[in-house]
């Protein structure tokens, strides 16, 4: 049994605290590879939009393939994770993503490419399904608020995938890139599994006990409407980054004329700006509040992404899409982490599906505006969506202490 100090913490002598140590890092890995392996497929997406000839419309309907897969994976994980464990579906996810990215340059039709990416999306979902539950059940043991960083790292994985990415995009072609991303991707999973397998999620026993009971949480009416207000807020946010991924270089090299090397570092430029954020959102918190944290985080990123969508040039672009990163960081983790405080694990777990839900839809719904209108004028409902979100937050700011 752990050490536990006078506030029901992990004490420093614990002879559990090097075992949890070594989880945390192994599951930090995991969470940057994910966003490492999903960066390196969206920054080839223009490539391979060329290579199938999908119109806008087209290609906003072969990324529902990715959408379907994830949507349908994450409602399925959870029995496959309760029987064999979060940490074995953690690594065998681990292996079929990697496997799985290098199948969209083999395809030359929207049709073939759809199937594909809902194969994709399928490992995707799982991925991050199983290493989120692990990651629960480890902050729960470590008794600090370490969630955060896991989102930090998926960021800078996504940041380092985009950048590799804008380095290769003109030497390499998307099959040859995906397929060394294929190489890493595994032999991560070969370094960093081995620690997970060893080690067995903590169990409820095993977990934190602070001396008074946890409150109750009784969903009422009034409760469940403000989860799925949290959960809105989350999707609005969301869908910005779920857009940026997969866009953003597309409207740089279609519409401002941008090389692929420096377009492909548009989502780069957005995923450092968010790792930033994260890592120092608890300080932001500390020092706004919730609220405040909102409000500042959509205005920011509506500001940003109008900057990003309408500059006429390439270096602005970037710019706005830094700013939009700075600005949506936090406002997942605080919707969430409201929910939660509202109604328990139901309530983190309808925000967290209502955020999903808007990360992997708003690319398609993007595809289908840039038909309609363009894809400039189609970005801007990211700022419309960051607007609502400080909205809704100001609105229910007496929900939102702090």
């Known amino acids: 049994m752990p050490l536990l100090n006078k506030l029901g913490t992990v004490s420093a002598d614990s002879p559990r605290l090097p075992s949890l140590t070594r989880l945390r890092i192994a599951l930090t890995v995991f969470f940057a590879l994910d966003g490492f392996v999903f960066a390196g497929w969206v920054v080839r997406i223009p490539a ?75 490992a995707y979902g799982g991925i991050n399904v199983a290493m989120n539950s692990a990651a629960v059940d480890l902050v729960a043991a470590l008794g600090r608020p370490a969630m955060p960083s896991f989102h930090a790292a998926f960021s800078l994985g996504g940041m380092v995938g985009s950048g590799l990415g804008g380095l290769v995009a003109g030497q390499l072609s998307p099959t040859r890139h995906l397929l060394g991303i294929m190489v890493i991707g595994l032999a991560v999973t070969a370094a960093a599994g081995p620690t997970l397998l060893r080690q ?42 779920g857009a940026l991924a997969d866009w953003s270089a597309l409207h740089l090299e279609q519409d401002l004329h941008a ?58 672009a970037l710019i706005g899409f830094a700013v939009t990163g700075l600005g949506l960081a936090n406002i997942f983790p605080v919707a969430v982490e409201r929910a939660g405080a509202l109604a328990g694990p139901t309530g983190v777990a309808a925000a967290s599906t209502l955020g999903y839900g808007g990360m992997l839809l708003g690319p398609p719904a993007i595809g289908f505006m840039a038909d309609w209108f363009s894809l400039p004028l189609a970005l801007t409902s990211v700022a419309l969506l960051a607007a609502v979100a400080a909205t809704i937050g100001f609105a229910t700011r007496r929900a939102t202490v702090g």
């Not at 020092?287 to 409000?295: N, P, S, Y």
């Open 259 to 316: 090389h692929p090397g420096l377009a492909a570092a548009s989502y780069s430029c957005f995923a450092f700006a968010m790792t930033v954020g994260r890592l120092t959102g608890t300080s932001l918190l500390e020092r706004l509040g919730r609220t405040r944290t909102l409000v500042f985080g959509g205005a920011t990123g509506a500001v940003g992404m109008l900057l990003g969508s309408l500059a006429p040039s390439v270096w602005p």
């Open 48 to 122: 391979i939009k060329a290579q199938t000839g999908a119109s806008a419309s087209g290609l906003g309907l072969a990324l529902l393939g990715v959408s379907a897969g994830a949507v349908i994976t994450m409602m399925l994980t959870g029995r496959p994770c309760r029987r064999f464990g979060n940490h074995q579906v953690t690594v065998a996810c681990g292996v079929l993503l990697p496997l799985t990215v290098v199948l969209p340059p083999l395809t030359h039709s929207p049709v073939t490419l759809g199937l594909v990416l809902l194969v994709f999306g399928a």
């Open 200 to 241: 067995p999620s903590p169990r409820p026993q095993e977990r934190i006990r602070t001396p008074s009971p946890e409150p109750s949480h009784r969903i009422d009416r009034g409760t469940r409407l403000l989860v799925l207000v949290f959960g809105l807020i989350a999707l609005c946010t969301a869908y910005g980054e």
